[in-house]
């Protein structure tokens, strides 16, 4: 067995390990604030310069096409006490979700692939608007607080997936008050999706 292969879960689990103690850090510090979720945000940009822990296809595997809205997260972060959540998803090209708010602070950092992430506001006078569009590719990343709202779109061809760092307040699982809006503003609930598995932890 190749070593430099077989070590990759435990050099990840480490890093992983200690990003979240200066997560927590930075929260104790500075609470859940717009500011202390982008200091958490660079946390995660440095995280995902160790692409080759992350973007691993021998472990990590898509969903089939046309099952779970074409996307898996794997959960990398261990239990600590808190309802923190931090996966390494895959996405496929064409991908998209209406705009929706997460109801907690959300960040989303590129590995390999582009999602485009689509920024909204309600205006009293303007009514529902787009505001921003960033690409979240490598190097790229992306804070929201519970109220932002976002779609995604994933870009690419084929059935070659996007990979992102995507870091939650809450789990996926949990957050099963999310809102979703159409382009009146209208909203209704937008279901969490049920596809996360937990990753090989070293």
């Avoid at 991908?95 to 960040?107: F, G, R, V």
């Avoid at 009293?124 to 490598?138: L, T």
């Avoid at 992102?164 to 209208?186: C, H, I, P, S």
Wanted: glycine share 8%.
């Amino acid at each position: 067995m190749d070593m430099k292969v077989s070590n990759i879960p435990a050099e990840r689990q480490k890093l992983v390990d200690q990003t979240m103690a200066r997560v927590a850090q930075i929260e104790r510090t500075h609470g859940v604030t717009r500011e202390a979720v982008n200091m958490m945000k660079d946390e995660l940009m440095q995280l995902a310069t160790h692409k080759h822990l992350f973007v691993v296809p021998d472990e990590f595997q898509p969903a089939k096409r046309g099952t779970f809205k074409d996307f898996v997260a794997y959960r990398l972060n261990k239990d600590d006490g808190t309802p923190r959540a931090l996966y390494v998803s895959l996405a496929l090209p064409g991908k998209s979700s209406p705009p929706h708010n997460h109801n907690n602070w959300a960040i989303l950092v590129g590995l390999d692939g582009v999602e485009t992430n689509k920024l909204y506001k309600v205006d009293p006078k303007d009514g529902f608007k787009q505001i921003d569009q960033i690409d979240v590719g490598q190097g790229v990343g992306v804070a929201l607080m519970g109220e932002d709202i976002h779609s995604i779109h994933v870009q690419g061809r084929g059935d070659e997936p996007v990979w992102q760092l995507r870091f939650y307040e809450r789990a996926l699982e949990d957050q099963t008050d999310r809102v979703q809006f159409d382009e009146k503003g209208n909203t209704e609930l937008f279901p969490p999706n049920p596809n996360t598995k937990d990753a090989a932890q070293g």
